[in-house]
């Protein structure tokens, strides 16, 4: 199992478990965390969730390159295997709490654009690395754009690897709600999401709806056009692989 669920007075701790590849996201735990937010759907003792990655070096740095995800022919449609490993994207609306700690990046932004907000320890970097890479950022800048300022998610796409947003900036442009010390991340995680827990379901579900539903008809439009200027927009897997392989280790973190 690549991913761990605990679940203690009302609150349900989700851990991203494959520390070794930076809690990326292979095949196996795309299936696995799409069953996990289903599964506490109908759980009556999971109110709250608390998402998290194993280890200290990262939260999650999106889909493991070495998963093998075949694509149909044409530029019509793609096969994208993090479409669904959100708690929105599975009916989940019970409010999620994401303890962030070490790198977030690419397709970690697919579960963080679907969290109620953001706690990061010091720790944390987020970064967008597609551009490097000759890939488009859709489903992930889109996610970004809204839970943070036109410019600065257009800056965190477009500067890919070279540039990485600190816990503490992203504090201050309201990607995250609270910076905490590493030893303390999970306990202020689980602490708020314990608030959460303890008070009615009923209206705390409904004011996660209301909230959604001020964005997504936006969302969803955007959403939509995504698949095309993703298949327009990058290059072949070949050279992707190419970039990939001599890609540098120079970053300025702000």
């Excluded at 493991?64 to 599975?90: E, F, M, N, T, W």
Aim: aromatic share 6%.
């Amino acid at each position: 199992m690549t991913v761990r669920t605990e679940v203690k007075d009302g609150v349900a701790l989700v851990t991203l478990d494959r520390p070794e590849r930076h809690n990326a996201i292979d095949l196996p735990m795309a299936a696995e965390l799409r069953c996990v937010w289903k599964e506490f759907r109908r759980r009556d003792d999971v109110r709250a969730v608390v998402l998290t990655g194993a280890g200290d070096r990262a939260f999650c740095t999106g889909l493991d390159r070495s998963a093998d995800v075949p694509q149909p022919a044409g530029p019509y449609a793609i096969d994208d295997p993090l479409l669904h490993v959100g708690p929105k994207a599975c009916d989940l609306w019970k409010p999620v709490v994401a303890a962030v700690g070490g790198m977030a990046c690419g397709g970690a932004f697919y579960l963080l654009g679907e969290a109620e907000f953001l706690i990061a320890s010091t720790t944390a970097t987020f970064f967008d690395p597609h551009t490097t890479y000759g890939m488009v950022s859709a489903y992930e800048a889109i996610g970004m754009a809204q839970r943070m300022p036109f410019g600065e998610v257009a800056r965190m796409a477009l500067m890919g690897t070279a540039e990485r947003l600190s816990a503490a900036r992203a504090h201050e442009i309201g990607l995250v709600s609270e910076v905490v010390a590493p030893e303390e991340l999970a306990e202020a995680a689980l602490r708020a999401a314990g608030v959460l827990a303890s008070y009615p379901t009923e209206a705390v579900q409904g004011t996660v709806r209301a909230v959604w539903s001020a964005r997504e008809a936006v969302r969803a439009q955007a959403l939509a056009g995504a698949p095309h200027l993703i298949a327009l927009g990058n290059l072949p897997p070949e050279r992707q692989a190419e970039l990939f392989a001599d890609r540098g280790r120079d970053f300025r973190v702000r």
